[in-house]
């Protein structure tokens, strides 16, 4: 169910030269999950991103489920809201606070109008945008939205291609389809492509600027359908094999490789884990090749973990 094709013969596949490695400095680049579902108070949302912005936080994520059903929402699910709705207020209180969709289920709406809400938010960030994108997962939504799971590979390699063409700005198509403005980044905010299989690492580097794996258990692998990453050795062998995929498809600009470190994901919620537990994990990771560190709180003690991670754990990196 991809775009018709008729329209993907008028439309190039972009090079991804221009970009500068995003993560540069000694310690890595963080995104953490900032509280959106069961945060009624819109003061509560903008306070927690000015205090991630004045700790140093590199950029708060938000995710993407805008029809899930009730038994995902009762058992591992969460309430969201609208990833472009949530990240612009979020841009709009804060100044240096990059904006990040962890992940955008492209699968999930038209390409252009996604290629527009993305220029959007990064025209009126300034810049800020992390564009986080994956294939989705959950079956009962896609039916929701009317749309074939099995169809969701296709369909997201699809919007990869138009949107990188929509976002030049020029006439395109047999319409003449123009999308302006384009992105403040050129030539489009850095696309982080999710997932563990092979399909999702060769997406990363024939489209994007990043992969972002996730831990996970091998046994969930047939639910989540992606592969299981249970280890740091599991995630360099990984990272290895998108080297290789990189190498065979010319790519020669390094990938940044944002990963979840366990003790820091939805996994350890709830479990006692100490400083040390997660800087040795922190220090593992970044020795396999991760480069930036995506970190998700619980919501009902986020404001003193936050304090905590920015304190006790990235200011000893």
């Known amino acids: 169910m991809g775009l018709p094709g008729s329209f993907l013969t008028l439309i190039q596949i972009l090079g991804s030269r221009g970009y500068r490695y995003l993560v540069q400095s000694a310690r890595p680049f963080t995104s953490v999950s900032i509280p959106l579902g069961r945060s009624k108070d819109r003061d509560v949302l903008a306070d927690r991103a000015r205090r991630a912005e004045a700790l140093g936080i590199d950029a708060v994520f938000v995710t993407d489920h805008p029809a899930p059903p009730t038994s995902w929402l009762e058992s591992s699910g969460h309430p969201t809201l609208d990833p472009f709705v949530a990240l612009s207020f979020i841009a709009a209180a804060t100044t240096t606070l990059r904006v990040h969709t962890n992940l955008l289920v492209l699968p999930y709406r038209h390409p252009l109008a996604t290629a527009k809400a993305v220029a959007s938010l990064d025209s009126l960030s300034h810049g800020r945008l992390i564009l986080g994108v994956g294939v989705g997962y959950l079956a009962e939504e896609f039916a929701a939205l009317g749309l074939d799971v099995d169809e969701r590979g296709a369909m997201m390699e699809d919007a990869l291609i138009a949107m990188r063409q929509a976002w030049k700005g020029e006439p395109f198509g047999q319409h003449d389809t123009v999308v302006a403005p384009v992105p403040a980044q050129h030539p489009h905010p850095p696309i982080w492509v999710g997932g563990n299989s092979r399909a999702a690492m060769r997406r990363a ?21 992606t592969p299981g990453i249970e280890s740091v050795d599991d995630l360099g062998a990984r990272i290895a094999i998108l080297h290789e995929i990189a190498a065979a498809e010319g790519r020669t600009d390094q990938l940044d490789v944002a990963v979840i470190p366990t003790s820091l994901s939805g996994f350890a919620h709830g479990a006692s884990i100490s400083d040390t ?29 936050i304090e905590w991670l920015a304190n006790k754990v990235l200011a000893k990196i």
């Open 205 to 225: 580097v024939r489209f994007g600027q990043g992969w972002s794996p996730m831990p996970s258990p091998k046994s969930a692998a047939s639910f989540l359908g």
């Open 277 to 305: 537990d997660v800087l040795e994990e922190i220090v593992a990771l970044r020795s396999v090749g991760a480069t930036a560190l995506v970190v998700s709180l619980p919501d009902d003690s986020w404001d003193d973990r």
